[in-house]
C-alpha cells in the first residue's frame, strides 16, 4: 500500500476509535454498547471475557477469575529494559508483557508530552508553548497528534501530559509542563487528554505529586547541554530522594487540581507516581496520595504506574496504590510479591485488585476489541501533523515588547541582518520529552523566502560577536535568536542566558547588536522564562518557546504580520531572579538535607509577584501602566498590517 492509502487507512481506524472511546468515556466506563466478540480477543464461548456487551467491569472480573496466580503476579511489572534509552525506533519506552494462553496481548508504552519518543515524529511545539496558546482546542489537536502517532508506532499508552505546576522557574522540566496557573494547566491538560484518547490510545498524566524540580547540580548544572540523556546528577534537592513538605490546602488549591480535571472531566486512563516523597512517604507508596485523593475522593477507576524506577518498597506499594511498574519490575517482580504474600502482610484481594485495574482500564479502551497497533510510520500523516504543529506555534508565540519595529514589511526592510546559532538549529529540551523532529526547516530559511528576492538577508552565528556587530551594522533591521536549555535530570543554576554555559555569552551578543543597531529584535527560543536585561535596549522581543519543527516558518508569518503572535504568557517572567517565590532560601529550594518545604503556600507564580508587590519584567505589549501585572493580557500591541489585516477581515 502506498504511505498515502496507509495514512488514510490509519485515519479512517482512529475515526472509529475515537468515536467509540467517546461513548465509552462519556458513558464513565460504566457500560459499552451492545456488540458481540470483537477484534483479537476471541470467541466468546471459550472467552467470555471478550463479549463485547458486557461493560469493562464485568469482563476485567471475567478475566481475571481466567488466570492463574502466577499469571496476575506476572501483570504487575514490566519487562523491557531498555526502551526507557530510545535508541532503537522499534523499541517502546516500556512493554507489560500479556498471558497468551488466555490471549491476552502486551502492553506498549512510548513517551510522552512533547511527542513518540521512538525514532523520529512530529515535533510539535512543547507543551509549555502550547500552554501560551490559551487555547483547549489546540491542546486537544497537540493531543490527537502526540496520540496518533503513538499508535501509529505500535504503542497502547503515552506517559502524558506532564501537569506539573512550575513552582521554580529553574525546574529543569518547565518546558515539558502548562506553566504556573492551576487553571490554565487544568484546561491544557483536559484538552490534550481528549484528543490523544480519542485516538484510541490510553493517557497517562504525570508526575504525581508535587514533582516540582530535578534538583540542583551545583556548578555542573552549567555543563549541561543538548545530547547528554538527562544532565549532570543533582547533589541537592534531587527529584529521586527529595521530600516535599506541602501543607494540604496548597496540595488542593495549586498542585492537585490538573490531577482532578484529568481524572474527573478527561477520564485519563492511568496516572503515573511521581519519583519525591510527599510528606513523608515516596509518592507511589503515599496512601493518602493514592488511595485516599486519588481513587476515593476523585473516583479513578484507570490504573496508576510508577516513575520508572520510582517503586521502592514491595509492601508499602502494593498496600498503598500502585497499580503497575513498568520499569524494571523489580519492586512488582515475581519474586518480590510473592515473597510480600507470603509475609502475611498484603493480600490476594488487594494484588487482584492492582490487576483487575489494569485489565477494566484495557477493556474501557477496547485494547481487546481491536487489532494491535502496527508500529509502522507510514500510517502517519506527516504534512498534516506539520500543518498543526505550526497552526499551534503561531498561536503560541507572544510578543513580549514591540517599540514599532514589528511586523516586518518587504518595502521598509531591504537587508536583514539575521544573528545566532538559533536561527539554524533546531531548539528544544531534553529527557523524555525530547523529540526528534521528521523534519525541520530553519527560521533562517523562512525569513529568507518571506523576505523574497528583493531583500538581502545576511547571516553570522553569533560566534564573534563582532564579526556579528559588523553585518548587523548596516542592516535596516538585525534580529537576534537567543535561547536556554532545559532538561529532565537537572534544575537550571540560574535564570540568564548564560546558564547553562554551552551558548557562550548570548546577553553580551545581544548588547553588541542591540549598540551596532537601533532596529534590533530578540527572538527568544526558550523553555522557560529567562532574565532579560537588556529588553530597554532594544526594539522588539517576541518569546516563540521551543517551537518544534514548523516553528521557523511560524514565526516567519509572524514576524511579516501574516499572523499575529498569538500568545499570551503561561509563567511569569521575573525582573530579577531574587524576585522567584523560591529565592534565597534553601529550606524552601533546592531543600536542605533532601528535605524541601512550600513556605510560599498558595503564592505560586504571578499569585507571589501580587502578593509580594513586585513587578515582573513581561507585561503584554500594550505596556500596562499598572504592575503587578501577572499572566500577561493579549498583545495588543500589534497592528494587523497587509495580509494579516486583509486575512482578519476576510474571517468576518
Ligand atoms: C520520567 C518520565 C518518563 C520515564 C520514561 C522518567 O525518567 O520522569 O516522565 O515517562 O522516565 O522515559
Redesign the pocket.
Known sequence: MSSHRVALWSRARRLALGLAGAVVLAMGWTGVPAARAAGRCGETARRPWCDTSLSPEKRAGLLLGALTEDERISLLGGDDLTG?L?IDPNDH??VGAGVPRVGLPSVN?T???VGP?QGPATALPVPLALAATWDPALARAHGAVVGGEAADKGNDVV??P?VNIMRTPLGG?TY?AYGEDPWLVSRMAVGWIRGAQSQGVIA?V??FAA?NQEGDAGAAADRSAPGQP?GPPPVEGN?LLVNANVDERTLHEVYLPQFEAAVREAHVGSV?C??NRLNGPYACENAHLLRDILKREWGFSGYLLA????AHDTLASLNGGLDFE??PGVTYGPLAVRAALASGRVSRATIDEHVRRMLRTLFAFRFFDRAAFVNDDRQIDQAAHARSAQRIEESAITLLKNRGALPLSTRRERSIAVIGKGATTFVTGG???NVKPFSFSSPLQAIVRRAGPGARVGYDDGTDPERAARLSRGADVAIVFAGDYFT??VDRRCLSLECPTFQGDQDGLIEKIAAANRNTVVVLQSGGPDLTPWRHRVRALVEAWYPGQRGGAALARVLFGDADPGGRLPVTFPGREADTPTAGDPQKYPGVGESETYKEGVFVGYRWYDAHRLAPASRSASASPTPPFAIAGSASGWRRTGAARHRASARR
Open positions: 526507557v530510545g519506552t516500556g508504552y513517551d510522552g508530552p519518543r506517559f502524558g506532564t522540566r515539558e497517562n504525570k508526575h514533582n538527562l527529584r503515573m511521581s519519583y516513575d520508572y524506577g520510582a513498568p520499569f529527557g523524555s520529552g529532565e535530570g
